[in-house]
């Protein structure tokens, strides 16, 4: 499935306080993709602010791992659930199951994504339908499934982390940027409905992040080679406690007047990066 099978997250060796520590105290947080890259560090971050998780995917076995460790390091209750944000039976029996635990849930975390560099011409029909269908169909099944069991009846957050890749057109990206194209569309769609049930709804959308699966698959390494980093207006890849501090002030009260809004959090690097078809196609090389 993943490379990240072989590799144990570890939670930050420091981490420095930039909201009151107790600043989601009494929360519940709903995570899809929570045991692993990206949603883990998340779920470590809001746990640190005292928010007890659900982190959901399709290996029970990462996420029990990924579990122990969130609460060994924060003190908080993370409670894994295997899923998949394509099957709705599972879903709605997972919903069940946290509500069973916590009583509620007050954020919806929609990470969970599926991607690989290809070029369209190369891409086949289920190939396609396979990231529309866990980034962007995910997307409406989890935020559906939680709204109609508990957001409806006492409001919430929910965010959707999605990506800059379809603001450009970014090479061999087709299917990703379609799906978080969706996603983004989603998010306005929802927070008009919903806002008159007290749901905020955001799009958190990282640029390149290191240390990540997402990263890796797309030729992280290779990039770095090329000097890609200089390009980024801020020099650097961003990191995984950046996108984890980005969503903790979506979901705060800090963010209260914020609904169908995207937070780019990027160090500027949609704004000049995304490379030609033809220089992917060079760096990627024998590996497309
Ligand atoms: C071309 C590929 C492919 C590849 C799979 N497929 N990998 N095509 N290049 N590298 C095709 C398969 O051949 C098949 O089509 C179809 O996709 C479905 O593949 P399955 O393996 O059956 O799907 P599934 O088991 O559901 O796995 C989904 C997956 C997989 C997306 C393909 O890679 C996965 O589970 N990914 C989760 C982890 C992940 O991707 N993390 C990165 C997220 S980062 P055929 O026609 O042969 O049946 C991210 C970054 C965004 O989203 C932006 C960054 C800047
Ligand atoms: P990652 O570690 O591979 O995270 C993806 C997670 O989604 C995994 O935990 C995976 O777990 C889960 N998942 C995949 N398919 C699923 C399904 N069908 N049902 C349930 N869970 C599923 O990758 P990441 O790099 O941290 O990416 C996290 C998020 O950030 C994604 O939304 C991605 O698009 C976004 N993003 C990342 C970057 C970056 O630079 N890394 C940039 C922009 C956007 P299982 O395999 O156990 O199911």
């Not at 698959?217 to 200089?230: F, I, S």
Request: net charge positive; glycine share 10%.
């Amino acid at each position: 499935m993943s490379s990240s099978d072989s590799v144990q997250e570890k939670c930050l060796q420091t981490y420095n306080y930039l909201f009151r520590p107790d600043l989601l105290r009494g929360k519940v947080a709903f995570i899809t993709g929570g045991g692993t890259g990206i949603g883990f560090t998340i779920a470590e971050i809001l746990m640190r602010h005292q928010c007890d998780t659900v982190i959901l995917s399709r290996r029970l076995e990462k996420l029990t791992e990924s579990a122990k460790t969130l609460k060994k390091n924060t003190g908080r209750e993370c409670i894994p659930i295997k899923m998949d944000v394509r099957k709705p039976q599972e879903i709605l029996a997972a919903v069940d199951e946290a509500l069973a635990t916590f009583g509620k849930i007050d954020f919806v975390i929609n990470n969970a994504a599926g991607n690989f560099l290809c070029p369209a011409s190369a891409l086949s029909f289920n190939a396609f339908r396979t990231v529309m269908e866990i980034d962007a169909q995910g997307t409406f099944n989890i935020s559906k499934a939680v709204y109609d069991k508990c957001l409806k009846k006492h409001g919430g957050v929910i965010v959707n982390i999605s990506a800059t890749l379809h603001y450009r057109g970014s090479p061999l990206q087709v299917h990703a940027g379609s799906a978080k194209a969706a996603v983004d569309a989603m998010t306005k769609h929802l927070a008009v409905e919903w806002g008159e049930d007290g749901v905020r709804v955001i799009s958190v959308s990282p640029g390149p992040i290191a240390d990540t699966e997402g990263m890796k698959r797309l030729g992280g390494k290779r990039a770095e080679a090329t000097g890609y980093q200089r390009n980024i207006p801020l020099q650097r890849m961003g990191r995984r406690e950046e996108i984890g501090n980005t969503v903790l002030f979506a979901v705060s009260d800090a963010a209260s007047l914020l609904t169908g809004t995207v937070i780019v959090a990027d160090g500027g690097a949609w704004l000049s990066t995304g490379g030609s078809y033809a220089s992917y196609k060079q760096m990627m090389g024998s590996k497309l």
